[in-house]
DNA sequence: CCATTTACCTGACCTTAGTCAGGTAAATGG
DNA sequence: CCATTTACCTGACTAAGGTCAGGTAAATGG
């Protein structure tokens, strides 16, 4: 590995870590400890359980127990035996909980605004963090068929509406190319995958069906910030699997050759070109794979 | 500012802090606290006046004190009374602290070369990191005549050469056209300034003189994690003061229109288009300025 | 020259983080 | 049913981080 490789990954850490610091800082104004405001804010982002707590946080039975003791002292937490199995403990937020872990999340929103607003282009910053963002956090992404109307689904779809028309230059209007489709992208007609990040869409296909065992895959897409890592093939392995356990034998698709990286990975995937099976003006390659 | 983009920066929080984290325990396994492993960081790094440990490490004097007695008792450093004024103090590293200080600096490479080797397109990635590490230590960035034979002029000539001879698709060779311009891009006939964020190059401009009241603008370079952040009008503005400063009272400069971003810029800044005043075969764009 | 300031040190003290050895109550598995 | 395991708690302890009130020696500035 090349030494100015590692220079610049160190200059990027060392950058961060400040920023990184000065966010734990503030936590410390509301006069609680940086280790009960960890404790709650993860009990706020849902992990109730005192043993996803203590998985989540990487903290000693002893010592997760008596910062509970402490929030709860505070007033800000509640603590429960849990109904199926009374030796585990469910924690909740009171009222007061949910204001104090608010307050946490305002802190945190404002820092990052303070930091953003400082850019002129935030949006080259963003995309970049994003890169950064999916790369560190590659092992977390998560591949799952979800209902084609569902919000994660929408966000693609809208994602991937947007690139179609910024990259063909022309105006993609899902509404009048979707919805007539919905049924057919859902069970047991057909499916929809998607790939994600905690809330962050990152890709998302399509296999658009009628029952019989010829099927259509549709809607490819990764997101800007979520390419070259291979996820394309695991979007499509997966969204191949799907058509498979639906019974369905061959995939075809229309795409534009602008689209090149979409093309280039059909083709490594064993996708062959076939004759033009419609006559929708804007594709203008088509292929065919046999499950 | 958009919730979309703060939950892009929190995200990117998250996903670095734990990168971070991981490398702080790694420095754990050697047997020292994290406080005196950061000092003798510091020292390594040339922060050698008590004093500027202090400021660098944010540290109250009591505990940096501590903290450095401890160091003095392993035999790590030696700290004496600085000879031009008594009361502040110096602290060396002992060939030994050299040696531990190595171990920490080889520890942390190490660990960038890790998370680095887990990724197939490392630059990519590094690409991102350097826009982000960029952005959040603007305040940073430095602007400095250098010599144009400099270490830090010639990582920017480089750099330039390379990204020209990608951009106008040609094999643009330094020796050819830099090397004979040597003298005329130092004091007294001319300059050549850089931006950079401590060893990390960002850009650079050289204005080129024999003594006369007209000089040319050559090598104009941003690097590219370092664009939209209004560099380019800050180092020609540098270039400009330090041009009147040798009494040259017109610049003027070639250029290509592929490089709309430079065009752009010296629009904006004041240049006009005037006549081709050479008959190289790249530049199709010529302008020039009254200072 | 001497009061004041500066730079650093020392000792006392506190909080937080973290570890570990028990202990209790509930669940589990022959 | 009972030994064992599991989930969590408690108390004792240590190390590290951090604050603060003095204290010393050197420099500074009328």
New binding site residues.
């Given amino acids: 590995m090349d030494q100015d490789q590692i220079t610049r990954f160190r200059n990027f850490s060392r950058a961060v870590a400040i920023e990184i610091g000065a966010l734990e800082d503030s936590f410390l104004n509301r006069?609680?400890?940086?280790?009960?405001?960890?404790v709650l804010n993860a009990i706020g982002l849902g992990y109730e359980?005192?043993?996803?707590?203590?998985a989540f946080l990487d903290?000693?039975?002893?010592?997760?127990?008596?910062?509970?003791?402490?929030l709860e002292a505070e007033g800000l937490i509640e603590?429960n035996?849990?109904?199926?199995?009374?030796?585990?403990?469910?924690?909740t937020l009171t009222p007061m909980g949910v204001r104090e872990f608010e307050i946490y999340e305002a802190l945190s929103d404002q820092r990052a605004e303070r930091v953003l607003a400082r850019h002129a282009d935030v949006r080259h910053l963003l995309d970049a963090m994003d890169v950064v963002t999916v790369a560190l956090s590659r092992e977390d992404i998560v591949f799952e068929e979800v209902d084609y109307s569902s919000e994660l689904a929408t966000k693609c779809l809208n994602a991937f509406a947007a690139e179609l028309s910024r990259r063909l230059n022309l105006i993609f209007d899902l509404k009048k190319s979707g919805d007539p489709e919905l049924s057919q992208m859902q069970h047991p007609h057909g499916t929809f995958v998607v790939a994600s990040l905690g809330a962050m869409p990152l890709g998302c296909v399509g296999v658009k069906g009628n029952g019989g065992p010829l099927a259509e895959v549709k809607r490819m897409w990764i997101a800007p910030a979520a390419r070259r890592l291979g996820l394309g093939r695991r979007l499509m392995t997966k969204a191949e699997d799907a058509a498979r356990a639906l019974s369905i034998t061959t995939l075809r698709l229309d795409t534009n050759s602008t689209l090149f990286e979409a093309v280039s990975l059909y083709k490594r995937m064993g996708w062959t070109e076939i004759e033009r099976f419609n006559d929708d003006p804007y594709p203008d390659i088509f292929m065919e794979k046999h499950l």
Same sequence: chains 1, 2.
């Fill in positions: 006069g609680r400890s940086l280790g009960s405001a960890r359980d005192v043993s996803d707590l203590r903290l000693d039975t002893g010592l997760l127990s008596r910062l509970l003791r402490g603590t035996p849990k109904p199926d199995d009374r030796r585990s403990r469910v924690t």
